[in-house]
C-alpha cells in the first residue's frame, strides 16, 4: 500500500513563509513526477507546482517566484517553499504523485489527505 502524507501547514499572516511537506511510505522504490494542488473553499482544485524526476519544474502563475517545490529522493519526500504568503493563498493544499513500485513497475496518481493553509490579511 502507497501512502502520501502532507504536513506543514497552519496559520500565517499575510507575507509570511511556511513549508509544506509530502513523504510517500509503503512498497515503493522511489517517487516520480510529483505535484503540489490546492482547492480553495468553493473553488475546484488547481495545479500549484510539479517537479519531474529530473528536477524540471512547473508552477501556477499566481505563485511564481513565490513558491519553490524540491524534492529529496533518498526522504522520498516533496516539498513546496510558500514564501510572501497572500490570503488568496487559502486552501487545502493536497500531494499528487506517482512512484516507483520496482523495476518499470510505476503506480501513477496517488493523492494525500490534503494540510491546510490559512493566510490571515
Known amino acids: 500500500q502507497v501512502q502520501l502524507v502532507e504536513s506543514g501547514g497552519g496559520l500565517v499572516q499575510a507575507g509570511g513563509s511556511l513549508r509544506l511537506s509530502c513523504e510517500a511510505s509503503?512498497?515503493?522504490?522511489?517517487?516520480?513526477?510529483m505535484g503540489w494542488y490546492r482547492q480553495a473553499p468553493g473553488k475546484q482544485r488547481e495545479l500549484v507546482a510539479t517537479?519531474?524526476?529530473?528536477?524540471?519544474?512547473n508552477y501556477a502563475d499566481s505563485v511564481k517566484g513565490r513558491f519553490t517545490i524540491t524534492r529529496d529522493g533518498a526522504r522520498n519526500t516533496v516539498y513546496l517553499q510558500m514564501n510572501s504568503l497572500k490570503p488568496e493563498d487559502t486552501g487545502i493544499y493536497y500531494c499528487?504523485?506517482?512512484?516507483?513500485?520496482?523495476?518499470?513497475?510505476?503506480?501513477?496518481?496517488?493523492w494525500g489527505q490534503g494540510t491546510q493553509v490559512t493566510v490571515s490579511s
Open positions: 509503503g512498497s515503493i522504490f522511489s517517487i516520480n513526477a
Open positions: 517537479i519531474t524526476t529530473g528536477g524540471s519544474t
Open positions: 499528487n504523485g506517482d512512484v516507483i513500485r520496482g523495476p518499470f513497475i510505476v503506480e501513477y496518481d496517488f
